[in-house]
């Protein structure tokens, strides 16, 4: 049985960020879309990833809907890299998932909100605008005691239309152009030790060269995963404020959407996530990459 529950509409549009304590009141709005984009990751001894679709079916928010990135993410390249598709494998997946005109999607995820931010970036990346991100996703919901649900839910299908901007991701030629670039601004959001080249997670050894290191988790409560308070997250990325453009990378588009996301929170007006990450800069030796801070 779906728990959908259709109840007078709510027009007002939503905010990029959202609280545990609105959506509790709004669990029944007809025209809000509850997703849950949860991927379950292991990194060592190398990366591992699996669909967060079994711990959603055991517990999630009243009313969610399950969005599998694995599948949503472009099929003909390595699911673990979590790419862009094209409009048309977007816009069914996101019909089906019942968005489209007139809804509104709240998303959160199990781990540090950047899935969510993901499946937000690439929405916004279709044209689609009404969505926001839970603070402190299910991490957040469940240290609250707030509602949880095991029955699943099913929204109405639906059309969904993308307007594609492509200024919102961007390519390796790109980033390479962008390190002479002195108007751009690139943002490493993984790991210090990685960023340095201490590790070596996602094919290669330390960073972009003349990249800014502000990784995916500094900018969280670690016990909420709730965002920090804005004055905090405005002085970690002062830098990228002041530049023209910022472009974001990780190893894969994840991390890179969360700080993206912030990015866009602050009031930036011009970023774009490097989609293919260290994994795909990595894979091209003659690209250069630098260690230290």
Same mark, same amino acid.
């Given at each position: 049985?779906?728990?959908?529950?259709?109840?007078?509409?709510?027009?007002?549009?939503?905010? $990029?960020?959202?609280?545990?304590?609105?959506?509790?009141?709004?669990?029944?709005?007809?025209?809000?879309? @509850?997703?849950?984009?949860?991927?379950?990751? &292991?990194? =060592? $001894?190398? $990366?591992?990833?699996?669909?967060?679709?079994?711990?959603?079916?055991?517990?999630?928010?009243?009313?969610?809907?399950?969005?599998?990135?694995?599948?949503?993410?472009?099929?003909?390249? $390595?699911?673990?890299?979590?790419?862009?598709?094209? *409009?048309?494998?977007?816009?069914?997946?996101?019909?089906?998932?019942?968005?489209?005109?007139?809804?509104?999607?709240?998303?959160?995820?199990?781990? *540090?909100?950047? =899935?969510?931010?993901?499946? =937000?970036?690439?929405?916004?990346?279709?044209?689609?605008?009404?969505?926001?991100?839970?603070?402190?996703?299910?991490?957040?919901?469940?240290?609250?005691?707030?509602?949880?649900?095991?029955? +699943?839910?099913?929204? +109405?299908?639906?059309?969904? @239309?993308?307007?594609?901007?492509?200024?919102?991701?961007?390519?390796? *030629?790109?980033?390479?152009?962008?390190?002479?670039?002195?108007?751009?601004? @690139?943002?490493?959001?993984?790991?210090?030790?990685?960023?340095?080249?201490?590790? &070596?997670?996602?094919?290669?050894?330390?960073? @972009?060269?003349?990249?800014?290191?502000?990784?995916?988790?500094?900018?969280?409560?670690? &016990?909420?995963?709730?965002?920090?308070?804005?004055?905090?997250?405005?002085?970690?990325?002062?830098?990228?404020?002041?530049?023209?453009?910022?472009?974001?990378?990780?190893?894969?588009?994840?991390?890179?959407?969360?700080?993206?996301?912030?990015?866009?929170?602050?009031?930036?007006?011009?970023?774009?996530?490097?989609?293919?990450?260290?994994?795909? =800069?990595?894979?091209?030796?003659?690209? +250069?990459? *630098?260690?230290?801070?």
């Amino acid at each position: 049985m779906s728990e959908f529950n259709p109840h007078t509409p709510e027009t007002e549009p939503l905010p $990029p960020l959202v609280e545990t304590e609105w959506l509790e009141q709004h669990l029944n709005d007809p025209d809000l879309r @509850i997703v849950d984009a949860t991927v379950q990751v &292991k990194l =060592w $001894p190398f $990366p591992r990833v699996r669909s967060g679709w079994r711990e959603f079916k055991r517990s999630h928010i009243p009313g969610a809907t399950f969005a599998d990135l694995l599948k949503i993410s472009d099929p003909k390249r $390595p699911s673990r890299t979590f790419t862009m598709p094209t *409009e048309e494998w977007f816009a069914d997946h996101m019909g089906q998932l019942g968005i489209g005109k007139d809804t509104r999607v709240v998303l959160y995820d199990a781990r *540090e909100n950047m =899935w969510a931010t993901r499946l =937000w970036w690439m929405l916004r990346t279709f044209g689609f605008d009404d969505a926001a991100v839970l603070n402190g996703g299910w991490t957040a919901w469940q240290l609250e005691g707030r509602p949880v649900s095991s029955k +699943p839910c099913v929204y +109405p299908a639906t059309r969904f @239309i993308p307007h594609v901007r492509p200024e919102l991701i961007v390519g390796k *030629e790109d980033v390479l152009t962008a390190i002479e670039d002195s108007t751009t601004c @690139i943002v490493n959001a993984l790991g210090r030790r990685q960023h340095r080249g201490e590790r &070596k997670e996602y094919g290669g050894r330390g960073h @972009i060269p003349g990249a800014k290191n502000v990784t995916a988790w500094e900018i969280l409560d670690r &016990k909420t995963m709730r965002y920090r308070p804005l004055e905090e997250l405005r002085k970690l990325f002062l830098p990228m404020m002041k530049a023209e453009r910022v472009i974001t990378y990780c190893g894969g588009g994840i991390a890179a959407s969360s700080d993206a996301f912030v990015l866009h929170l602050l009031g930036h007006q011009n970023v774009a996530v490097y989609d293919g990450g260290l994994m795909e =800069w990595s894979a091209d030796r003659s690209l +250069p990459l *630098e260690r230290g801070d």
